[in-house]
């Protein structure tokens, strides 16, 4: 049955929706987590804002870097045996 929900991992709130999936909550709940989500502060580069389930405040989270898939070259003879079928050619 839908009602009104929120899903929280590692004590961050990941989402609220009206499903059937996550821990039921009130109306008044719900509408309180959507008016912080919708004044989520800007982040500086490299960081993200997470809202904490204990409290409904904001924590700046540094982002994992990824790698650079074009970092990597790959030359001719490489390229031919990925398009062949890897090592197993």
Do not use: H
């Not at 008016?35 to 405040?57: K, T, V």
């Not at 045996?81 to 890897?86: A, E, S």
């Amino acid at each position: 049955m839908k009602s009104y929900r929120k899903s929280v991992e590692n004590g961050f709130i990941r989402s609220v929706a009206f499903s059937e999936f996550g821990e039921e909550i009130a109306e008044t709940e719900y509408s309180e987590i959507l008016s912080i989500i919708r004044n989520i502060p800007d982040a500086p580069d490299g960081y993200c804002y997470m809202l904490r389930a204990a409290d409904l405040e904001w924590e700046l989270v540094e982002l994992p870097t990824m790698p650079d898939p074009f970092e990597e070259e790959v030359d001719d003879a490489e390229a031919l045996q990925i398009i062949l079928g890897g090592d197993e050619a």
